[in-house]
């Protein structure tokens, strides 16, 4: 027998959050979220998406009131799909199929009854760059914001019924690794044009930075598949909450005089530091955060965007950037190792843009669909041209 819970009450919340906490007490890998960060999800003053959407968790327990699983259930009318289709994320098992599959039978229903016809999951209610993916390959650290999960996750999805729509490709390369001779040449030759230069991010002009990147992204990415345009104001407001952790020397912009033309945006990966803090973040927290910060050397980061405008495409103004940039952050920074995440599978420009980094991939994440009419011909996420 299995006792379902609606999470509403803040022992249920906790209980919300300290279930994965022990069941991976013992997996040296394994790193806790934040305990703001997931409950900024279900803040329905905080997560925009309540706007149009409507999203619950549950709490599974055995007779012995023990939890088992939990996860949380959700309807997002902005992830539009060729059918209707809700969102399963947050989940977390104990390693038994029956288990598993009353949660994802209870999934269902809740969906159904609202008009649903397919589930994917794990995923966020919200944006795809957070807890977004079921871990398949590379069960190493996550970075943050990354989710994590035990190897047989992949097992309990499968065996109910979910195929894979999509995977979630994360590339890895040495800081000091060998750079491409292609990189090396193209730096040379854009060296000698003295229109072009190379610049690193700066904290204290965050309004150019902002222009600057929303131009770029608006002109590489926005008419690129699923990619929609941004606005100047939402940049320059997640630069500012980056604030804080902004490396200057790991985030750079390239430009044609004045004009932006190409950016590769980085930053720490925070999990170096979050992984001492046992997922809280109150004052004594944030006081032993900017020791660590401080004191203890952050080897990896991560690369969040990568750009060039189409003018140019295919003329090496990635290589002059990246050599410029790895030239700098080898001399100015700890970083060993730069990780590239969320590729998707159905994205082969940015693939191809990866591998021409001289990278690996490290790990694969996947988002797992299941369509509630078992007679209905599956189909992966169209590729993106």
Known sequence: MIIVEEVQNENQKREFLEFPARLYQNDKNYIRPLDKDIEDVFNTEKNKFFKDGVCTRFLFKNKQHETVGKTAVFINRQYQQKQPTGGIGFFDCIHDQQTANFIFDYCRNWLQERGIEAMDGPINFGERDKFWGLLTEGFIEPLYGMNYNYPYYKTLFENYGFKVYFEQLCFSRPVFGEVSRVFTIMHAKHKRNPSISAMPMKKNNLEKFAKDFTEVYNKAWATHGEGKKIEEAKILKMFKTMKPIINEHISWFVYEGEKPIAMWINIPDLNQWFKYLNGQFGFLEKLKFAWVKKFRKNEK???????????????????????????????????????????????????RIAENLDTTVTRKLATYRYLFDREKEFERHPELN
């Open 301 to 351: 980061m991560v690369g969040l965007v990568f750009g060039v405008v189409p003018e140019w495409q295919k003329k090496g103004i990635e290589g002059y950037m990246i050599w410029e940039g790895t030239q700098h952050l080898r001399k100015h920074t700890d970083f060993k190792i730069t990780e590239l995440q969320w590729i998707g599978d159905f994205n082969p420009k940015m693939i």
